[in-house]
């Protein structure tokens, strides 16, 4: 499976962008998704997560409350939308699938199955 993010560009603060994760060779019906940030001279770290089910979501603190992950699997994306984005949100975000068992309520992993290239969000004072 491919997984591709798009979305991102360049905002000022108090701007709103919202990020897609598109799956090709595969459904995200059997998938549990997370995005990820990763920016410049700092570690990954995970945004939120979105359950098979769709009905269960693990936001980071920092994000929390201006960051939604919906999941339509019937367009095979996943989505992130991001509201009143601050300077600090500046970095490339990327998505990523762990195949789990069908009903799986689970959210978040420590390990994902397939990665895919990022998109640059970038936010301006």
């Known amino acids: 499976v491919q997984l591709q993010a798009s979305g991102g560009g360049s905002v000022q603060a108090g701007g709103s962008l919202r990020l897609s994760c598109a799956a090709s060779?595969?459904?995200?019906?059997?998938?549990?998704v997370g995005w990820f940030r990763q920016a410049p001279g700092k570690e990954r770290e995970v945004v939120g997560a979105?359950?098979?089910?769709?009905?269960?979501?693990y936001y980071a603190d920092s994000i929390k409350g201006r960051f939604t992950i919906s999941k339509d699997s019937a367009n095979n994306t996943v989505s992130l939308q991001m509201n009143s984005l601050k300077p600090e949100d500046t970095a490339v975000y990327s998505c990523?699938?762990?195949?789990?068992?069908?009903?799986?309520?689970?959210?978040?992993?420590?390990?994902?199955?397939?990665w895919g290239q990022g998109t640059q969000v970038t936010v301006s004072s």
């Open positions: 979105i359950s098979w089910t769709g009905y269960y979501t």
């Open positions: 060779g595969r459904t995200f019906s059997r998938n549990a």
């Open positions: 990523a699938a762990k195949s789990v068992p069908p009903y799986s309520n689970t959210a978040l992993f420590n390990e994902y199955d397939y």
